[in-house]
């Protein structure tokens, strides 16, 4: 089956600590892509990557940095310069960057800042 | 900076009958796209439907349509013949291509709620 995979589904961390979540796709898609969602309010881009080894920040880049060493993998770390890291983080994918193409989305992981 | 405004935070609906979800949004782009989602309480987002601004004509899928007033940008979604399974927050996006990547923007969610 093809799809996209999150991981863990929720995360725990202590203030201070730096954690990465994982996302990987066997969809053989180029484009990827981070989002966060808060309660009341829609999906904001973190950042998104087009090819491996090229990323662009999104409109809520501070505090995040990512990784595409791989194709199929786009890892997100929450570093501690993040204020308010506690959401609910999706990840997604898509053929290319360009206009029309729909991106599928992961089951999302749930970030707790304790 | 594009915006998309969804004014009905929250809708209910009785099995079988017809709903509309409300959706506006403010841009200068005349070429972009328009998606509603959908995100049931396990939280995946599965598109529902798309529609292409420069087709005047609108988007249907199954119980699923569409009202595209590019003119007035207005964006509504009705389903028809509602069921338990459409209970979910469902999220109008818009699409715009920079010449280098596609950015969807989503507004704030309706969350609707089928009722027996």
């Known amino acids: 089956d093809g799809g996209i995979t999150q991981s863990p589904k929720y995360l725990f961390r202590k203030e201070g600590q730096n954690v990465t979540l994982s996302c990987e796709q066997n969809?053989?898609?180029?484009?990827m892509y981070w989002y966060r969602q808060d309660p009341g309010q829609g999906l904001r881009l973190i950042y998104y990557?087009?090819?491996?080894?090229?990323?662009q920040k999104g409109d809520i880049a501070e505090g995040y940095s990512v990784s595409r060493e791989k194709k199929e993998s786009f890892p997100l770390t929450v570093t501690s310069a993040q204020k308010n890291p506690t959401a609910f983080y999706l990840c997604?994918?898509?053929?290319?960057?360009?206009?029309?193409?729909?991106?599928?989305f992961g089951p999302g992981t749930r970030l707790t800042v304790l | 900076a594009q915006t998309v405004t969804q004014s009905q935070p929250e809708m209910s609906v009785q099995e079988a009958e017809t709903v509309t979800l409300s959706c506006t949004y403010d841009?200068?782009?005349?070429?972009?796209?328009l998606f509603w989602y959908k995100q049931p309480p396990s939280r995946q987002m599965i598109l529902v439907i798309r529609?292409?601004?420069?087709?005047?004509q609108n988007a249907t899928e199954n119980r699923f349509s569409v009202n595209f007033q590019k003119a007035a940008k207005s964006f509504s979604l009705k389903i028809s013949d509602s069921q338990l399974g459409d209970t979910a927050m469902y999220f109008c996006?818009?699409?715009?291509?920079?010449?280098?990547?596609?950015?969807?923007?989503f507004g704030t969610g309706t969350r609707l709620q089928v009722t027996l």
């Open positions: 990557s087009q090819i491996v080894n090229d990323f």
């Open positions: 996006a818009f699409m715009t291509y920079t010449g280098t990547a596609s950015k969807l923007t």
């Open positions: 997604a994918s898509s053929i290319e960057t360009r206009m029309h193409n729909e991106q599928f």
């Open positions: 841009t200068s782009e005349n070429n972009y796209y």
């Open positions: 969809l053989n898609h180029d484009a």
């Open positions: 529609q292409e601004a420069y087709k005047q």
